[in-house]
């Protein structure tokens, strides 16, 4: 079983950054999306960004292209998201995922392609 662990999230004012953090994805030597999902309250699950990692592939959200960038530090096998300019309408519970190559729809975020998942981290926009 995946044993993925979420980190970073907190309370920002609009216009500011928060760093997100997620290790742990049981696949290896790069086979798989590895992917960050949101979840307001009252609403659905939306995929914020991919990774293809063998071949650092990304595919972001309309809503956050410009301002959230994805990064992973092999050294260390940790997927960053980098928010900046966060808006009030940001404000979710933000999830980790793993996908493996195969599953389809997992480069465009489809929630269901997705079959490991961590606990959440809180993230807050508001003034």
């Known amino acids: 079983q995946a044993h993925l662990v979420e980190s970073g999230g907190g309370s920002v004012k609009p216009g500011g950054s928060l760093r997100l953090s997620c290790t742990g994805s049981?696949?290896?030597?790069?086979?798989?999306?590895m992917a960050w999902f949101r979840q307001a309250p009252g609403k659905e699950r939306e995929g914020v960004a991919t990774?293809?990692?063998?071949?650092?592939?990304?595919h972001y959200h309309d809503s956050v292209k410009g301002r959230f960038t994805l990064s992973y530090d092999n050294a260390n096998n940790i997927l960053n998201l980098h928010m900046n300019n966060l808006k009030p309408e940001d404000t979710a519970m933000y999830y980790c995922?793993?996908?493996?190559?195969?599953?389809?729809?997992?480069?465009?975020?489809?929630?269901?392609?997705?079959?490991?998942w961590g606990q959440g981290t809180q993230v807050t926009v508001s003034s």
């Open positions: 990774m293809y990692i063998a071949a650092n592939s990304i």
């Open positions: 049981r696949y290896t030597h790069g086979l798989y999306y």
């Open positions: 995922a793993t996908a493996p190559l195969s599953a389809s729809g997992a480069r465009w975020l489809a929630p269901s392609a997705y079959d490991h």
